[in-house]
């Protein structure tokens, strides 16, 4: 117990620390003595910087990590696949064929209508996941096949867009591949009831996401309804996944690093694992902003870049793995 409240302060600690570093560093550099009249004097010299640019940067990073891995958390729980994620069962792809479909479709339309077609586009795509994986009784190993065939009937549509629509290319392939460039505090109002509320809901449903582990017999045999509890549990994690993609684009590898990471930090039961991928899918997006917008700048590298650049090795590594295990 111990072990685990340590770690999970830990994980927090460094949370506030890359914060902190969020709110000082990039390409105009600001003292770490000048970030508190930054953030509440607006008469000082930083407050544009940090309060209005940095600081909505920041929190958006920070909640759009907290929902992306929550949801990878539940998704491989659920399908009890350690490659299981938001964005490698097709629901990441969904969102950004939708978002794409505005951004190409109609160019003139509200910056907002991007958001809410990319939640669209998630809930499609858990829905057809859903109705194809029904007749094969939601089996986890279906879930998982039927997902990956979605996702790429999903991105073969967003390069079909791309191809025909070359015209507004850039905006499109700026959000598909995940930035937090320009976010402000719409972002922020848009993630932050939405994720006060979801967590908590996660959070209460670990015992019957700890009964998934032992398998659909052991589960039905104690109780679990197993088939109903998955459709529900399933559309938490979409939800939480899929406002986040609508905020940030489709950044990958978030839902997949953090759960493991977590899991070899605190262990599986989901009452510890919840929050500890919560804070771990935090902390990466927060680190790979500030890696992004340091390592070139005053250009910047979008999020997504970086967190596919540490989530692509490490996701190679876990097929070896389970090939080896197999």
């Known amino acids: 117990m111990k072990k685990k409240v340590l770690a999970l302060a830990s994980a927090l600690a460094v949370l506030l620390l890359l ?55 539940i998704l491989q729980s659920l399908v009890r696949n350690p490659l299981a994620s938001p964005d490698v069962i097709g629901i990441t792809k969904g969102a950004g064929f939708a978002a794409a479909m505005v951004l190409f479709l109609f160019p003139r339309a509200p910056s907002g209508m991007v958001s809410v077609a990319a939640f669209c586009g998630a809930v499609l795509a858990f829905f057809l996941l859903m109705t194809l994986s029904r007749r094969l009784t939601l089996s986890p190993a279906a879930l998982a096949l039927v997902g990956v065939a979605i996702g790429a009937v999903f991105q073969a549509a967003t390069q079909y867009l791309i191809v025909t629509h070359p015209t507004n290319v850039n905006l499109a392939l700026l959000w598909m591949s995940g930035s937090l460039w320009g976010r402000d505090w719409t972002q922020v109002r848009t993630l932050l009831p939405w994720m006060a509320l979801l967590l908590p809901f996660a959070w209460s449903r670990y ?73 771990l899918g935090a902390n990466l997006m927060l680190l790979g902003d500030l890696v992004g917008r340091l390592v070139i700048a005053p250009r910047e590298v979008p999020v997504g870049i970086m967190t596919a650049v540490i989530g692509a090795p490490y996701f190679i590594y876990l097929l070896r793995k389970q090939r080896k295990s197999g």
């Open 19 to 73: 914060f902190a570093f969020s709110l000082s560093w990039g390409a105009v550099s600001i003292p770490f003595a000048d970030l508190w009249p930054g953030l509440a004097e607006k008469g000082s010299s930083a407050y544009f910087i940090v309060h209005e640019v940095r600081l909505p940067r920041a929190l958006t990073a920070v909640l759009a990590g907290i929902g992306l891995a929550t949801g990878g958390v």
């Open 207 to 279: 015992s019957r996401l700890n009964l998934f582990l032992l398998g659909d017999e052991t589960g039905a045999s104690l109780g679990l309804a197993v088939s109903k509890q998955r459709f529900w549990l399933m559309l938490l994690a979409v939800a939480m996944a899929g406002i986040s993609v609508s905020a940030v684009g489709a950044i990958g590898f978030i839902g997949l690093i953090a759960p493991h990471l977590a899991r070899r930090i605190i262990g599986g039961r989901h009452e510890w694992l919840i929050p500890m991928s919560a804070l």
